[in-house]
């Protein structure tokens, strides 16, 4: 299980937000709701360890997310607002360079099927730095679909993609979540998917 507790933050003199507390168990998709500036993108990098809380802290499976360090970070798959992929290289090999990194598979067959399946099969030859933004989204989004992390932590997954990219998506958020996956994420979008859904306002 995944729990956070009595989290706050605070950038520069203003207290983003504080006493947020959660918790995903297994098989459970939390959305994170609020207005821009709440600080749902800061949360989700707070339970990354990317950003450090003022007070409270991470938990896993009872234990504090910091002592277990990159035992930790193993078990998450993290999406933010930023794609993280190399410009000069194609989409193929940012994903083998993510495989290799995280222990995914990292065969071609693998890697060729995930992007295929988010229909980016026939730009596998260019670099990425001449793809759309919703290429480039897609290309990232392919991650999830090698994963093997019980966690994945999604800021904003739905921006830039088309219809059949956000029905390729949801399939894969809710095939996750039949596993026994954990998902924590944020967007402006309702969220079609069956099962255990939780809802965190920010800002309330």
């Not at 994903?95 to 071609?108: E, F, M, S």
């Amino acid at each position: 299980m995944l729990e956070a507790v009595d989290l706050e933050c605070v950038r520069g003199d203003r207290r983003l937000f504080a006493g947020v507390g959660l918790t995903v168990a297994p098989g459970e998709l939390l959305h994170v709701r609020g207005p821009n500036g709440s600080g749902k993108t800061t949360l989700l990098r707070m339970l990354c360890g990317l950003v450090k809380p003022v007070a409270g802290e991470v938990r896993w499976a009872g234990r504090p997310a910091r002592e277990l360090g990159d035992g930790f970070l193993a078990l998450l798959t993290y999406v933010g607002h930023h794609n993280a992929i190399k410009d000069e290289l194609t989409g193929p090999e940012n994903l083998l360079v993510h495989a290799r990194l995280c222990g995914a598979p990292d065969d071609a067959a693998t890697l060729s099927a995930a992007l295929e399946r988010l229909g980016m099969k026939a730009y596998g030859r260019v670099p990425c730095k001449v793809l759309s933004a919703g290429q480039k989204r897609r290309t990232a989004l392919a991650r999830l679909l090698i994963s093997r992390s019980p966690l994945w932590i999604l800021d904003e997954p739905f921006n830039a993609l088309d219809v059949g990219a956000v029905a390729t998506l949801q399939q894969a958020i809710q095939g996750h979540l039949q596993r026994d996956g954990m998902v924590v994420l944020t967007t402006h979008q309702d969220v079609p998917i069956d099962g255990a859904v939780k809802t965190l306002h920010m800002g309330a």
